[in-house]
């Protein structure tokens, strides 16, 4: 059972943008620190972005800085990442991930409880 859905991929232009959205399913966002992660065909995977639990300080990788932005809804239990300037090199799997009270080391080695099961995002022109 998926403890996160992901939604909002798709096939998008160079240079556009997109949103997507990590909603949970049955619990609170509240005291999770929540990753975006992408995977590539033929990659491993790769951290994108972070959110942590307590003072919402954000990582982000540095093929993504300055371009991506992660956001948290509490309100409406979601985490955002907007994409913007996107690359063909971002087309990959996009998965959100979350573990409860997880300080940032959870995010660089990939160490969440809790993971979606991915939307497709295709940057083509």
């Known amino acids: 059972q998926s403890h996160f859905v992901e939604s909002g991929g798709g096939l998008v232009r160079p240079g556009g943008s997109l949103r997507l959205s990590c909603a949970a399913s049955?619990?609170?966002?509240?005291?999770?620190?929540i990753g975006w992660f992408r995977q590539a065909p033929g990659k491993e995977r790769e951290g994108v972005s972070c959110?942590?639990?307590?003072?919402?300080?954000?990582i982000y990788g540095d093929s993504v800085k300055g371009r991506f932005t992660i956001s948290r809804d509490n309100a409406k239990n979601t985490v955002y990442l907007q994409m913007n300037s996107l690359k063909p090199e971002d087309t990959a799997v996009y998965y959100c991930a979350g573990r409860r009270f997880a300080p940032a080391v959870a995010f660089t080695t990939g160490d969440m409880a809790y993971w979606g099961k991915g939307t497709l995002v295709t940057v083509s022109s």
């Open positions: 049955g619990f609170t966002l509240d005291g999770y620190t």
């Open positions: 959110i942590i639990t307590g003072d919402d300080s954000t």
